[in-house]
């Protein structure tokens, strides 16, 4: 395995963990290590796909680009799961993908990433319960984009960045927060001085910290709780079961007891 300067991840990556040593051996042979800055693109839309990526930390979006030039985030990928399926020979994807926070992935080149495929029964079938829970997440995120608040969203994506980052501190600049939410600057801002009120986070010049994960586990929506049992990943050999959304326990916070500190006195929550 070739190595670029990697940023060190001693978590690596879950798919390939859960791999029989043999496969995931012959697997790491053929790939590269390289580290993620901010704003990495790996692929674009429509671009054909030439490498796979198994990140071992840091977050990566993918994101549809629209013509005015704006991205609408539909799934984040961390050390979970793989970067560039589903595949096929000299295909491509409708989305763009793009590293948000700052870590390292392994990259596989496609024709070897599919060859392997082919012969590999565990790899095969963890290709295949991953992309099941990816397409579960994209259809659970257009969902929580469509009915649940601001806030909530805001709570659900630090929570899923949290998780695959490893550690409760990260940096994300606030214009792109706000891409990757869909939002306007304004209601980015306003949604995260509704969860630093409340205790929940600190964010100041593009870093943000978890100061009470359980406060925002209460502030987010259920789609956090569902999207998270989507990837815990079954044995590579078996096939995962849906999972319904009462299955999904969670303790409620009202966030329109919060209000907000500002110079020009205190700010309650916007009506929803």
Not at 6 to 19: K, Y
Not at 213 to 221: I, V, W
Not at 241 to 254: G, T, Y
Request: hydrophobic share 40%.
């Amino acid at each position: 395995m070739a190595t670029e300067q990697p940023a060190a991840d001693r978590r690596g990556n879950a798919i390939l963990n859960a791999l029989p040593a043999a496969v995931r051996d012959r697997l790491i042979a053929e790939m590269t290590l390289m580290p993620l800055k901010i704003k990495t693109v790996l692929f674009d839309a429509g671009e054909v796909i030439t490498h796979v990526y198994f990140p071992t930390s840091g977050v990566i979006s993918l994101v549809t680009p629209l013509e005015e030039g704006s991205i609408v985030e539909v799934a984040t990928i961390g050390n979970e799961g793989i970067v560039g399926i589903p595949i096929q020979p000299h295909g491509s994807l409708a989305v763009r993908a793009i590293s948000q926070v700052t870590g390292s992935v392994l990259r596989m080149d496609a024709e070897a990433f599919l060859a392997e495929t082919e012969a590999s029964g565990p790899l095969r079938n963890a290709v295949r319960n991953y992309t099941l829970a990816l397409f579960g997440q994209i259809s659970q995120a257009a969902a929580c984009n469509r009915h649940h608040s601001s806030e909530e969203r805001l709570s659900r994506w630090l929570l899923m960045s949290r998780d695959r980052v490893g550690r409760d501190d990260f940096r994300i600049t606030h214009d792109f927060l706000g891409q990757m939410l869909g939002s306007r600057r304004a209601t980015v801002s306003l949604s995260a001085g509704l969860l630093q009120s409340a205790g929940l986070i600190r964010y100041s010049r593009g870093r943000v910290v978890i100061r009470n994960r359980s406060g925002l586990e209460a502030a987010s929506c259920e789609c956090y709780g569902v999207i998270r049992r989507l990837f815990e990943s079954p044995a590579p050999d078996t096939t995962p079961e849906p999972i319904p959304v009462s299955a999904v326990p969670r303790k409620k916070l009202n966030m329109s007891q919060v209000r907000i500190k500002s110079p020009y006195g205190t700010v309650p929550r916007r009506p929803a």
